[in-house]
C-alpha cells in the first residue's frame, strides 16, 4: 500500500498524446479502429430528429438489462464510464463509504474523482515481478471500497472473476471496471450480469468498441438501491438522445455478434504484435495481455516514445499511471499491417536511442 501523494499525472490520458498529430499513426488511444462502422452511425443520425424532445432513456435502459439478463432497476446509463466514477465519488457518503481503496496500475479517473470529492485514497500497487496479478491479501480488510480494472488499463492483465468477486465483504462495495471486457473473447471472467456478489458494482463503457468516445455512453450495473443513490448525483437527462440510440444499439444482437466477431480479431492482432515485441531483446511487454492494448517496459522509454513519434506513431507513456515509472509504454492493438510498420519503426528507435 502507499499514500496517495506522489507526483503521477492523474488527469493525463491517451487522447492528450494525440492532440495536433495529424498524420501520425494513432497507438495511444485505446479506441478500436476504424470505428463507428456505417450502421452505427446511420443509426446515431436517426436520432437527431429527436433532439427537440428531452432524452428519454428507458428503452436504452431496457436493451442494457436484457443483454446482461438483468432488471432495469439494476442498470444506470451514463456519458461514458467516467462520469460513473464521479457518480460513485460523490455518493459515497450515502453509501457509507469512508476507507476507499484503488488497486493500480490502473485506469486513473477513479482516484482522480475520489480525491476531487475530499476522499483520502490507499492505493494497492500490484507489482511488476508478479506480473501484476491481484494479491487479494494486499487490499486492506479495513477497506469498504475497492476499485479495480479487469481487463486492466494499462497492464492488459485479465484477473479471474473468483478472484475478484472474493474481494467482496458485507459492507464493502467492490467497484469492477469492465469498460474493455467486450474486446475479451467469450468474456469469460465478467462479472457483470452476476446478482450473486455482494455490494457489487459493474463498470461498462460503449465508447471503446464502438469508437463513440466523442459521443459519450457507458453504464453502472449494481443493486437498485445502489443505481438508485447514483441516479440522485446525476444532472437532470445526462445522456444525450443520440448516445442513447448508440447505447440501444450497441446492445442489439447484431452489434454483440459484431464486437465478438472484433474481440477475436483483436486477440489474434495482439498475439502478433506480442511475438513481433518478444524479438527485441531491450523490451518486455507484460505476459497474458487480454485486452485491445499491451504493457511494455523498455530503458529510455522516453527516448524511444519521442523517436518513435518522429518516426510516425504515437504511444502511450506510461508514468502517469501509479505503480509504473517512465520506463513504461502502452501500445493500442492495431491490425497486422499498421503493426509491422510499428515493429519496423521500433527497431529504429530502439537503435536511435540505445545504439547498436
Given at each position: 500500500m502507499h499514500a496517495h501523494t506522489d507526483q503521477h499525472d492523474l488527469r493525463h490520458h491517451g487522447d492528450?498524446?494525440?492532440?495536433?498529430?495529424?498524420?501520425?499513426?494513432?497507438?495511444?488511444?485505446?479506441?478500436?479502429?476504424?470505428?463507428?462502422?456505417?450502421?452505427?452511425?446511420?443509426?446515431?443520425?436517426?436520432?437527431?430528429?429527436?433532439?427537440?424532445?428531452?432524452?428519454?432513456?428507458?428503452?436504452?435502459?431496457?436493451?442494457?438489462?436484457?443483454?446482461h439478463g438483468l432488471p432495469a432497476e439494476r442498470v444506470l446509463l451514463t456519458a461514458g464510464a467516467a462520469e460513473a466514477f464521479v457518480l460513485l465519488a460523490r455518493a459515497l457518503p450515502a453509501l457509507g463509504v469512508r476507507r476507499p481503496a484503488v488497486v493500480h496500475p490502473q485506469f486513473t479517473e477513479p482516484e482522480a474523482a475520489l480525491r476531487d470529492a475530499g476522499h483520502t485514497v490507499t492505493r494497492v500497487v500490484l507489482r511488476a515481478e508478479d506480473g501484476f496479478r491481484l494479491d487479494p491479501a494486499a487490499v486492506p480488510e479495513s477497506a469498504d471500497l475497492v476499485v479495480i480494472g479487469n481487463p486492466t488499463n494499462p497492464t492488459s492483465v485479465l484477473h479471474p472473476a473468483s478472484v475478484i468477486a472474493g474481494l467482496a465483504r458485507p459492507g464493502r462495495i467492490l467497484v469492477v471496471d469492465e469498460a474493455f471486457m467486450d474486446a475479451v473473447p467469450g468474456e469469460?471472467?465478467?462479472?457483470?450480469?452476476?446478482?450473486?456478489?455482494?455490494?457489487?458494482?459493474?463498470?461498462?463503457?460503449?465508447?471503446?468498441?464502438w469508437g463513440l468516445a466523442g459521443l459519450r455512453i457507458g453504464y453502472?450495473?449494481?443493486?437498485?438501491?445502489?443505481?438508485?443513490?447514483?441516479?440522485?448525483?446525476?444532472?437532470?437527462w445526462p445522456v444525450s438522445t443520440p448516445a442513447l440510440a448508440a447505447a440501444q444499439a450497441c446492445v442489439s444482437p447484431r452489434a454483440l455478434a459484431e464486437a465478438a466477431t472484433a474481440a477475436e480479431c483483436v486477440a489474434k492482432d495482439r498475439a502478433h504484435l506480442m511475438a513481433g515485441l518478444a524479438e527485441f531483446d531491450e523490451v518486455q511487454a507484460v505476459e497474458g495481455a487480454a485486452g485491445p492494448f499491451v504493457l511494455i517496459r523498455?530503458?529510455?522509454?522516453?527516448?524511444?516514445?519521442?523517436?518513435?513519434?518522429?518516426?510516425?506513431?504515437?504511444?502511450?507513456?506510461?508514468?502517469?499511471?501509479?505503480?509504473?515509472?517512465?520506463?513504461?509504454?502502452?501500445?493500442?492493438?492495431?491490425?497486422?499491417?499498421?503493426?509491422?510498420?510499428?515493429?519496423?519503426?521500433?527497431?529504429?528507435?530502439?537503435?536511435?536511442?540505445?545504439?547498436g
Amino acid at each position: 500500500m502507499h499514500a496517495h501523494t506522489d507526483q503521477h499525472d492523474l488527469r493525463h490520458h491517451g487522447d492528450a498524446e494525440v492532440r495536433d498529430c495529424w498524420g501520425l499513426t494513432d497507438l495511444a488511444v485505446n479506441v478500436r479502429a476504424g470505428t463507428p462502422p456505417d450502421w452505427l452511425r446511420e443509426r446515431i443520425a436517426e436520432s437527431l430528429v429527436s433532439l427537440a424532445a428531452y432524452p428519454d432513456g428507458r428503452a436504452a435502459r431496457a436493451a442494457v438489462a436484457a443483454r446482461h439478463g438483468l432488471p432495469a432497476e439494476r442498470v444506470l446509463l451514463t456519458a461514458g464510464a467516467a462520469e460513473a466514477f464521479v457518480l460513485l465519488a460523490r455518493a459515497l457518503p450515502a453509501l457509507g463509504v469512508r476507507r476507499p481503496a484503488v488497486v493500480h496500475p490502473q485506469f486513473t479517473e477513479p482516484e482522480a474523482a475520489l480525491r476531487d470529492a475530499g476522499h483520502t485514497v490507499t492505493r494497492v500497487v500490484l507489482r511488476a515481478e508478479d506480473g501484476f496479478r491481484l494479491d487479494p491479501a494486499a487490499v486492506p480488510e479495513s477497506a469498504d471500497l475497492v476499485v479495480i480494472g479487469n481487463p486492466t488499463n494499462p497492464t492488459s492483465v485479465l484477473h479471474p472473476a473468483s478472484v475478484i468477486a472474493g474481494l467482496a465483504r458485507p459492507g464493502r462495495i467492490l467497484v469492477v471496471d469492465e469498460a474493455f471486457m467486450d474486446a475479451v473473447p467469450g468474456e469469460p471472467e465478467a462479472l457483470a450480469s452476476r446478482t450473486d456478489v455482494p455490494g457489487l458494482v459493474v463498470l461498462r463503457s460503449l465508447t471503446k468498441t464502438w469508437g463513440l468516445a466523442g459521443l459519450r455512453i457507458g453504464y453502472v450495473l449494481a443493486a437498485p438501491e445502489t443505481i438508485a443513490l447514483l441516479a440522485q448525483a446525476q444532472p437532470l437527462w445526462p445522456v444525450s438522445t443520440p448516445a442513447l440510440a448508440a447505447a440501444q444499439a450497441c446492445v442489439s444482437p447484431r452489434a454483440l455478434a459484431e464486437a465478438a466477431t472484433a474481440a477475436e480479431c483483436v486477440a489474434k492482432d495482439r498475439a502478433h504484435l506480442m511475438a513481433g515485441l518478444a524479438e527485441f531483446d531491450e523490451v518486455q511487454a507484460v505476459e497474458g495481455a487480454a485486452g485491445p492494448f499491451v504493457l511494455i517496459r523498455v530503458d529510455r522509454a522516453d527516448a524511444v516514445r519521442e523517436r518513435l513519434r518522429a518516426l510516425g506513431f504515437v504511444v502511450r507513456r506510461g508514468d502517469t499511471f501509479p505503480g509504473l515509472d517512465r520506463d513504461w509504454l502502452r501500445l493500442a492493438v492495431r491490425d497486422r499491417a499498421t503493426t509491422n510498420r510499428v515493429l519496423q519503426a521500433l527497431d529504429q528507435a530502439l537503435t536511435f536511442t540505445h545504439g547498436g
